[in-house]
């Protein structure tokens, strides 16, 4: 079985220099960089609530995330020398923690996207909830802002 996320899609927030998008789970950056960039030309710093990324001694970006990552657990790789994506994986793991923004006041999600975004997490938990059916493609409406409703007895 396809994986949700390959199956439903991502939902990108747009910046000036690529995107990033998330999961419950971890979030998505994508840094489109200068054709022929090297490795060693790329630095990556990764701490629970700081990121930065630096490209041919340019700062791409830097400063506090939204919420905490699980630093040891990050990840950056360079795509056929042109695309920097960096993995980071959330503290807090469920469709409540829907991040607004990348970092503090910086690259936030307009409207729009912030709605989709929080749509996409809560049909996400409605498949860790149910895994024997399929919401990949499913649409929903009414209340699904913070995770969508509670289902507790």
């Given at each position: ?9 991502i939902v ?16 998505f950056i994508?840094v ?7 490795g060693?030309?790329?630095?990556v710093?990764?701490a ?8 041919r ?6 400063g ?8 040891d657990?990050c ?8 695309l920097?994506q960096?993995v980071?994986t959330k503290?807090?793991?469920?469709a ?10 910086q ?8 709605d989709?975004?929080e749509?996409k ?9 149910n895994?024997g ?17 509670s289902?507790?007895p």
């Amino acid at each position: 079985m396809a994986h949700f996320d390959e199956k439903s899609g991502i939902v990108p927030c747009q910046t000036p220099w690529g995107q990033w998008y998330q999961t419950m789970e971890e979030v998505f950056i994508e840094v489109t960089v200068p054709e022929g960039t090297k490795g060693k030309m790329v630095t990556v710093t990764f701490a629970p609530k700081q990121l930065s990324c630096t490209v041919r001694g340019e700062v791409v970006f830097k400063g506090e995330l939204h919420e905490a990552v699980i630093s040891d657990e990050c990840t950056w790789t360079l795509v056929d020398n042109k695309l920097v994506q960096i993995v980071l994986t959330k503290s807090r793991r469920s469709a409540e923690n829907c991040w607004r923004s990348l970092l503090k006041d910086q690259y936030t999600a307009d409207p729009f996207t912030y709605d989709q975004m929080e749509k996409k997490l809560t049909l996400q938990r409605f498949q860790h909830e149910n895994p024997g059916f399929d919401f990949s493609g499913a649409e929903i409406t009414g209340n699904y802002s913070g995770g969508g409703p509670s289902f507790d007895p």
